[in-house]
């Protein structure tokens, strides 16, 4: 599964460990993430979110 980079504050979602703060389990595709998650860091929407290249 595919890593994704919020492109204001850099935190890493990974889509192994999850976000477990915001309740996504580990092994969530970031895909599947609900709409109205933000980036636990900073507070920015999904849509701020670029795929890393690996």
Do not use: H, Q
């Not at 580990?26 to 980036?39: R, S, Y």
């Amino acid at each position: 599964m595919k890593k994704y980079r919020c492109t204001v504050c850099g935190w890493i979602y990974d889509p192994a460990i999850g976000d477990a703060d915001s309740g996504i389990a580990p092994n969530t595709p970031f895909e599947e993430i609900p709409d109205e998650w933000v980036c636990p860091l900073c507070g920015v929407g999904k849509e701020d979110f670029e795929p890393v290249e690996e």
